[in-house]
């Protein structure tokens, strides 16, 4: 299952923001979370989602079109 956000227009201090309470909150259930950021004027979101770091991430890939995806560590059981 997936999980998705959408950051178009947040600056880069409410896009992190956002993200700390989206993955500290209980998201055991998601595979992935897909944020949406947009293409053209998303750039800003998009190289700082890159180089985001979260310890519940487990690796980050990011669409051309205009989507980055978070990979989530799956949990113990």
Do not use: C, P, W
Request: no cysteine; glycine share 6%; net charge positive.
């Amino acid at each position: 299952m997936k999980k998705i956000i959408d950051l178009h227009g947040y600056t880069i201090d409410e896009a992190k923001t956002t993200l700390e309470i989206i993955l500290s909150s209980n998201i055991n259930k998601y595979d992935f979370v897909e944020v949406i950021h947009g293409y053209n004027n998303g750039r800003k979101i998009k190289d700082f989602l890159k180089n985001y770091k979260h310890q519940k991430i487990s690796y980050v890939s990011q669409l051309d079109s205009g989507k980055t995806v978070f990979h989530l560590k799956k949990r113990l059981k």
